[in-house]
């Protein structure tokens, strides 16, 4: 029997989960107490964030690695469990150390609606099964897990001593075990009323924790070099996920800034290329993003992050190029093509503009000088997709992101070309009535220039950093319509009751949100 002393001071009393984190209740029904051992059914323990992408990456990773799935048990809940049927532990442990959204995957042996139940399933289970986990050369150790409540130190003693039923021989390791056996406890969300028993608790043994590690390491407060839009890592790890990319995968991205989705991609093993109109951003010129940095570094720059990472071998090179304006060979095809198109909002979507050989476009060594004009967002989803038909291979896919009004959006906004097939579709909630969609799409066919992007253009015929700026908001509980104000004369102010926004350009760039009243470096309020 247990050696209780030693397994109660191994035991994890909270979740790691935050209660405050749990944002919706699921959905109960009635629930019979499940023996799944023997059957390979296995519990997937997600983490609390970014709940609308946990399925586009789980089915992503499992066509990947090839591994059979059941759509019927894919079910989109708020809560942090999910049970999958796979073929073995290998499958398991390889899903599970790929995933960025996955905390940990347990083999499920017993799913009940109440600790009492699972006490009394115990003895139950086949023997055949905890056989090898009963041998006497085996050591294992115990933990216990709760969801949403915070168990007192005596209950967990009390399931300590109740889990002497178990039939296990070994000798206790707290810490290498060859088996480590979890009691996870799901009290629901934040919206569900305070239980004092569980909705559902789960019994297994532990396979595998999820690739989370490479989210601390990629962390953009540790990165040598990054600008005001770089992407946060776990969200550039979803993105090359979801775009499939395994090792020897050709990644391209036509917004590189910074680099943080194309180093993500050299993480799982692909070779990466990007392009940037900003030279100055690929360069580490200009000033600096960093608090208390005046100007960049001479050798911040794309390459110098993934030197810092030890991933140079997998960059190819950066081109300093108008997306708009497609500088590659027609015959390149890429495995993947991931990108963050500037909104208008912290980065200006530009485009560059014909100088005709005007002497004020002529720089001292005779050669024109790059011009930059404004380009419409609409402008640049429209190339983006163009070129993802054109330069991926067959099966190759695009995973960008696309921004939106909440009010605005409806599924036509989204762009669709013959050549590609809209696999998902995830929302991430910005500020106010904002909100950015992961959006991904896998190539089916082959690319002739008589197909064509289509899609809702009315919804970005106007810049979306206008449709930021003057959405409806709700500011000191009053609602503020900004739809009939003037967005044209930029350097004045825009009143609108005791709110005034300033539209110079430069203080826009100091200022990334609307002010709450006039701006003293530009602009001055009348009223």
Known sequence: MFQLSRIIAALVVPSTIPFSRRIAPRLTRPMMTTIHAGHKRYLINFAQEHIPFRLPELRSLCKLLAIPLQESELVNNEGPFLILTLENDEQARLLTQRSVLIRSTFECWIQAKSFANLLETIPHLPAPFTAPYSLPDSSFRIRIHSYGKKLAWAKITERVEDLSVLPFQGKVDLVNPVNSFHVLEDYGGDNVPYREFPEQVFF???????????????????????????????????????????????????????????????HF????????????????????????????????????????????????????????????????????VIADPPYGVREATTRTKKSRGSPECLGSNGYERVQLGKCDLNDLIVVLVDFAAKHLRIGGRLVYWLPAVKDEYNESAVPRHDCLELVSNSEQPLAGMTSRRLITMEKIEAWNADQKVTFAKDIYTNTFRERYFTATRNINGRQRHSADRDVSSIGQPIEGGDVSICRKRDCLLQNRIPLMGPCAKHCRVTS
């Open 269 to 336: 093993g692909g070779y990466t290329m990007g392009s940037d109109i900003d030279r100055t951003l690929l360069y580490g010129r200009g000033k600096s993003t960093r608090a208390k940095n005046t100007w960049r570094n001479r050798d911040e720059s794309v390459l110098s992050n993934f030197k810092q990472y030890q991933l140079e071998s997998h960059y190819i090179d950066v081109l300093v190029s108008d997306a708009t304006k497609n500088v590659l060979r027609e015959d390149i095809k890429f495995d993947a």
């Open 204 to 266: 297994g043994r532990w396979i595998a924790g999820g690739g989370r590690e490479a989210v601390e390491r990629f962390r953009l407060d540790k990165r040598y070099f990054i600008g005001t839009t770089s992407m946060d890592p776990l969200l550039a790890m979803v993105m090359a996920n979801q775009a499939l990319v395994k090792e020897g995968s050709l990644v391209y991205d036509p917004f590189i800034g910074t680099g943080s989705l194309l180093i993500a991609a050299a």
